[in-house]
């Protein structure tokens, strides 16, 4: 049987997250301006067909599937309800990181090394499809590069700040 809240854990729930709920809404707003610019200005991307076909469909996802999800998992969240809670922190990890839970390094080392990875994909990929002669663009490097390496950068700090919960023999 499911324990109703009380008025004490309702009032903590909605200030513990109120920060974390208005930066999720700008975060929103943000996706919303950013893929409906990709979907509907022309020109906006400067890249080859491959890579604008790219950003065209992330922005069809992004407003699509990620926007509806984020808004979803915060309505539902504030009728205090832990699934939707834990959808919103898994779209928007950082609170948990921020919050020092495990969670949110879990979740943020799988990104940065799952980014890390992808963009030396990417970067790769680019020089074979330049090389080949596929594309006449390699200027995509550019973006990969320093993604990756930021990625890098912030694994390498996360793991470097963790505790370490090693038992020490004595």
Known sequence: ???KTTKNEETMLQTEFKLAFILSAIIVVL???ASVGGLFINGIYHDNLLV???WYCNDLVTLLLAVPLLILSLVLSKRDSQRPQLVWFGLLGGVWLW???PWGYV???IWNVKGAV???ALSAATVGLFQAGVSEDIMQIALWGPIGVGCLI???LLLSNM???EHKVQ
């Open 1 to 3: 049987m499911k324990e």
């Open 31 to 33: 996706m919303v301006v």
């Open 52 to 54: 604008t076909s790219g």
């Open 99 to 101: 919050k020092r839970q």
């Open 107 to 109: 979740l943020t080392v």
């Open 118 to 120: 992808y963009m030396t």
């Open 154 to 156: 912030s694994f390498i």
């Open 163 to 165: 505790e370490s919960s």
